[in-house]
């Protein structure tokens, strides 16, 4: 931002809607797949590679008429939890928060155990969310206790 | 634990065990008593475990429970296609307790959360068995006079065996010195590993049965089956190298006891079972014991 002599958007501001600001940059298109936004009516605005306070280069994602409800809250958490949700109504921002990792994840990401009954039963996969030493999140089904890591997190 | 369902070992507190334990040597004293002749005791077997079938039935027998339940889910609703969900919501009207097992991970959590009646997972897939966890404790105990401060030497299939992973994660409390014989392929995990870690336990891995048996005060072997192997050239070279005889047994510990959850194939040869320090058939009778004490400390009778 230092460079340009004018404060203006880089991505255009929305009237209504959510705002997904400070995705770090290789994640811009990792989100997008798993709120599916790749494949909604809305209009969508991204910008990436980014100049950032917070990061190098951030990632930013704008989606016109459209509110997270939690669980796909969750899903942000799990692969960009630097990230931050604003939601504008009437170009004013209404509600603005940084996207926490939760506790506990219910229904967002499918246990990596083949034989775990939640793969095999109507039965909505539910995990306690664990942190490695080097911060790296892990899920821990709460049904068959096996652990589904970060390059095996498959989102429904 | 009045009305606690038991999934995994951990449901219940180290305290809670040696309750468990001390009840269960009151049993062994006196098991035929009619203390639950008012009860129903269901037990689901969807998939077929004999033997951990009749230790549950025998234990409710001997206390005078009836018994109601499927040994194989081909003769169940389950063929028809009925949840998991139902069958629990069902049979839960006609029990007072449910004793489970299935072969799906996360079974029994799932059953236990949605059941009006406490739940005994009898082994949910891989995961967990904490009924034989319990008797393999008492039967320690009951060797040895005490849990604490002792050697134990795992034997065989330490990757895939959840009974080993559950004992050893609950031996972890008890001041163990771990000894680990395993061919290379079928050591422990990592992630059973890390309990004995976090303790700051000693353990020590060895390749070769014979350097660890003069060493230790529990020998609990394991079945090594071939189609863990990836490359079966490998299953033939090791598949006689952790096969106990009595002659091996000569510099053992006078306190020395074998254990093995059974069924055994070949992993001990028929001429150690006259040794005194054979002690796997007791050990399978002590959890007729064990599964007493815990139908009546869940059904809140003792």
């Known amino acids: 931002m230092e460079n340009q002599p004018r404060k203006e958007l880089v991505v255009s501001a929305i009237e209504n809607g959510t705002v997904l600001d400070h995705i ?76 926490k990792t939760p506790t506990e994840i219910t229904g ?31 899920l821990q089904c709460h049904y068959c206790e096996k652990i589904t890591d970060r390059k095996n997190m498959k989102f429904i | ?22 009840l269960a040597s009151e049993f062994e004293k006196n098991p035929t008593q009619k203390i639950l002749e008012d009860y129903v005791v269901a037990t689901l077997f969807f998939e077929p475990s004999t033997r951990t079938r009749l230790s549950f039935e025998s234990a409710a027998s001997r206390l005078s429970a009836k018994i109601v339940g499927f040994s194989d889910s081909s003769s169940s609703s389950v063929k028809k296609g009925e949840s998991l969900n139902d069958t629990i919501l069902t049979v839960s009207n006609y029990s007072d307790i449910i004793v489970m097992r299935h072969p799906q991970e996360g079974s029994a959590r799932f059953a236990s959360e949605v059941s009006p009646v406490p739940v005994i997972n009898a082994g949910d897939g891989a995961n967990q068995h904490p009924t034989q966890t319990l008797l393999d404790l008492y039967s320690i105990r009951k060797t040895q006079g005490k849990l604490n401060d002792l050697n134990i030497a795992f034997v065989g299939d330490l990757k895939y065996g959840r009974t080993v992973h559950s004992l050893v994660a609950a031996l972890c409390v008890f001041n163990t010195t771990f000894h680990l014989v395993s061919p290379v392929e079928l050591k422990l995990p990592s992630y059973v590993k890390k309990h004995i870690k976090d303790k700051n336990l000693t353990y020590h891995q060895y390749t070769n049965l014979k350097d660890v048996i003069p060493e230790v005060d529990i020998l609990y072997m394991t079945r090594i089956q071939k189609e863990r192997f990836s490359d079966p050239i490998e299953y033939e070279k090791v598949k006689n190298a952790y096969i106990l005889e009595n002659s091996m047994l000569d510099n053992s510990k006078d306190n020395l006891k074998i254990l093995h959850p059974l069924p055994r194939v070949n992993e001990i040869h028929e001429d150690v079972d006259k040794n005194p320090k054979a002690y796997y058939f007791q050990q399978a009778q002590n959890g007729v014991y064990v599964r007493q004490a815990l139908l009546t400390s869940i059904l809140g009778v003792k």
Request: charged fraction near 30%.
């Open chain 2, 1 to 22: 634990m009045k009305n606690r369902s038991l999934v995994s070992i951990n449901d219940f507190s180290k305290e809670e065990w040696i309750k468990i334990l001390d």
């Open chain 1, 108 to 138: 967002s990401v499918k246990c990596v155990n083949p034989n775990c009954i939640t793969n095999n039963e109507n039965i909505s996969s539910k995990f306690t969310v664990l942190k490695n030493p080097d911060g790296e999140l892990k």
């Open chain 1, 24 to 99: 770090p940059a290789k994640s811009v298109f990792h989100v997008m797949k798993i709120l599916a936004l790749d494949n909604i009516e809305n209009q969508v605005l991204i910008g990436t590679n980014l100049d950032s306070k917070k990061f190098d280069k951030k990632g930013i994602i704008k989606v016109r008429d459209k509110f997270f409800i939690n669980k796909e809250v969750n899903k942000i958490a799990l692969i960009a939890p630097s990230a931050t949700l604003i939601e504008i109504r009437n170009y004013k921002v209404t509600y603005k928060k940084q996207v």
